[in-house]
């Protein structure tokens, strides 16, 4: 029998700890007091006894045991030596994007692309839930148990797509490191394009200038935008991540860079893997779920509030659902 496992990565401040309690609750309200699984709680060393004792007295007392704290190493959170530092900085101040975030947003793709797999050597499937994700509606079938039963390499739910900008360059980088699935690709990315009568245009010239030290010289740039799954949630078996196949794919994104200097998102990167990997052996599980973006609004480094949640409560982001 397999053994399975969730993964929750997050920090002992008082704004992720309101997050995981509420995350907690309701994954066990709606699937993990059934089916009992382990619950790992990986952290960077910053959670201490008080710390931990809050979060564990949060859980019903019979579903305590379920829980474990664990620190994952220092290196996993340190920008690898091959990064040009200069170059990542003029990268985060051109700010293309409301949702350009910092260094440490790139350290957690990074974290979820390169190191989270370590932890999971005793495993054969693991669930990765952030902090800020919630189980809305109960889930009555074992979905660990669904998984191995068909064979499936990979699960998520909600299907979008991610920023051209944030994403910039990436499907020429998959056209390079795997020329000989040129024609999967193009099933991966939507065509986006910027002239000189976008606002966004004036933006990206800036990214562009911070990743070329020179001026781009076109009126128009022609981008893609990946399709992917949020992967805030998923389930991942995890001998997969671990193939001379993608092992060399997260190597050459690892020489690449683009994961600190753009944007490159786990969950893009994550979805188009799996999906040359083997497309097939994906699958999506459908249920009332939501992230953080789909519930609130942020302030960007102006001042200004953004809204990326659906219009009513009666929908989600997810664009298989549209037409």
């Given amino acids: ?28 309200r709606n699937f993990n007091a059934r089916f009992k699984y382990p619950v790992i709680i990986l952290h960077q060393g910053d959670y201490d006894i008080d710390a931990i004792s809050e979060i564990t007295t949060s859980i019903r007392k019979e579903y305590r045991y379920l829980v474990d704290f664990k620190k994952i190493d220092n290196s996993d959170f340190e920008v690898p030596a091959n990064i040009d ?11 293309p994007v409301p949702y350009w975030r910092n260094k440490n947003y790139r350290l957690m793709c990074n974290f979820w ?47 979008h797509v991610d920023c051209s900008i944030c994403n910039y360059g990436m ?4 056209e390079s490191a795997v020329p000989n699935k040129i024609d999967k690709l193009s099933e991966l990315f939507m065509e986006h394009s910027l002239d000189v009568g976008s606002p966004h245009f004036s933006k990206f010239k800036k990214l562009y200038h911070a990743l070329n030290n020179k001026e781009y010289e076109g009126n128009s740039v022609n981008m893609e935008m990946p399709v992917m799954y949020y992967n805030n949630f998923f389930i991942m078996k995890t001998r997969i991540w671990k193939t001379p196949e993608i092992t060399d794919i997260i190597n050459k994104i690892n020489e690449n860079g683009s994961v600190f200097y753009c944007r490159w998102g786990d969950a893009p990167l994550q979805t188009i893997i799996m999906k040359l990997y083997d497309n097939n052996k994906m699958t999506k599980l459908d249920f009332k779920y939501s992230k953080r973006l789909q519930r609130e609004s942020f302030k960007d480094n102006d001042g200004i509030y953004h809204s990326y949640m659906p219009s009513s409560y009666s929908e989600d982001s997810c664009i298989s659902k549209k037409k």
Avoid: G, W
Avoid at 5 to 23: D, F, G, M, P
Avoid at 171 to 174: A, D, I, L, P, Q
């Fill in 1 to 28: 029998m397999s053994k399975s496992a969730i993964l929750i990565l997050t920090q002992n401040t008082v704004e992720r700890k309101i997050y995981l309690k509420t995350s907690l609750y309701f994954l066990f």
């Fill in 85 to 95: 530092t200069d170059k990542l900085n003029r990268c985060l101040e051109a700010t």
């Fill in 113 to 159: 692309i390169n190191h989270f797999i370590k932890y999971c050597d005793q495993y054969d499937y693991i669930m990765r839930l952030d902090d800020d994700s919630i189980f809305e509606e109960p889930i009555n079938i074992d979905i660990f148990k669904m998984m191995e039963e068909k064979d499936h390499n990979y699960m998520s739910n909600l299907i």
């Fill in 171 to 174: 499907k020429e980088f998959f």
